[in-house]
């Protein structure tokens, strides 16, 4: 874990910090995984749920249970995927973000594994490393990575909305946020 301090809640409004909390507290506990293992299993997780709606509940449910779920093998086929993945246009609505993660998770997947043997060896790679495909990368365990989206995405004066997007964007902020 990185160590960051709770963070306060205001008492004038919304405070993204009792989400921010509140993940710190669920995955506190759970036992350390691969990067990319983690990522495989949360996959297999999006798959056997992606008929269900994203709602709070079942966001925190997939994020806790991808540390010890099984992950699959890895598909050769996602080492094509060489660039982040945009957010649609239409912010996910017409399939609630869905496609956008599960982009993010095939080209996060793809990194790691090209970073294997190289990169991911660095000593140095919590200051940032660049991948083969020139993106950059701060946290490399699922702890890290998703504290820092968590911080990168609720430290600001917005509700929460509960789509599957929101798991795409809280890996790909956790990517690049220091």
Same mark, same amino acid.
Not at 28 to 37: S, Y
Not at 38 to 51: F, N, Q, V
Not at 94 to 108: K, L, N, S
Not at 133 to 139: E, Q
């Given at each position: 874990?990185?160590?960051?301090?709770?963070?306060?809640? @205001?008492?004038?409004?919304?405070?993204? *910090?009792?989400?921010?909390?509140?993940?710190?507290? $669920?995955?506190?506990?759970?036992?350390?995984?691969? !990067?990319?293992?983690?990522?495989? %299993? =949360?996959?297999? !997780?999006?798959?056997?749920?992606?008929?269900?709606?994203?709602?709070?509940?079942? #966001? #925190?449910?997939?994020?806790?249970?991808? /540390?010890? %779920?099984?992950?699959?093998? #890895?598909? $050769?086929?996602?080492?094509?995927? &060489?660039?982040?993945?945009?957010?649609?246009?239409?912010?996910? !609505?017409?399939?609630?973000?869905?496609?956008?993660?599960?982009?993010?998770?095939? /080209?996060?997947? %793809?990194? =790691?594994?090209?970073? @294997?043997?190289?990169? !991911?060896?660095?000593?140095?790679?919590?200051?940032?490393?660049?991948?083969? &495909? *020139?993106?950059?990368?701060?946290? #490399?365990?699922?702890?890290?990575?998703?504290?820092?989206?968590?911080?990168?995405?609720?430290?600001?004066?917005?509700?929460? &909305?509960?789509?599957?997007? =929101?798991? *795409?964007?809280?890996?790909? &902020?956790?990517?690049?946020?220091?």
């Amino acid at each position: 874990m990185s160590g960051y301090e709770s963070v306060e809640f @205001r008492d004038d409004g919304y405070d993204g *910090g009792r989400e921010y909390n509140r993940l710190r507290e $669920e995955i506190r506990e759970l036992p350390a995984r691969d !990067l990319e293992q983690y990522l495989l %299993a =949360l996959w297999r !997780l999006i798959d056997e749920r992606h008929a269900s709606s994203m709602d709070e509940a079942l #966001f #925190f449910e997939l994020l806790c249970q991808a /540390f010890t %779920a099984d992950a699959p093998e #890895f598909d $050769e086929r996602w080492l094509a995927s &060489t660039q982040p993945p945009r957010q649609p246009a239409d912010g996910g !609505l017409a399939d609630e973000g869905r496609a956008y993660t599960r982009e993010v998770i095939r /080209f996060q997947t %793809a990194e =790691l594994h090209r970073m @294997r043997g190289k990169q !991911l060896d660095d000593e140095m790679r919590y200051f940032g490393v660049w991948s083969e &495909t *020139g993106h950059r990368w701060y946290n #490399f365990e699922p702890h890290s990575l998703l504290e820092c989206g968590a911080a990168g995405l609720w430290d600001e004066d917005e509700p929460v &909305t509960w789509t599957w997007g =929101l798991v *795409g964007e809280i890996l790909e &902020t956790g990517r690049i946020y220091e």
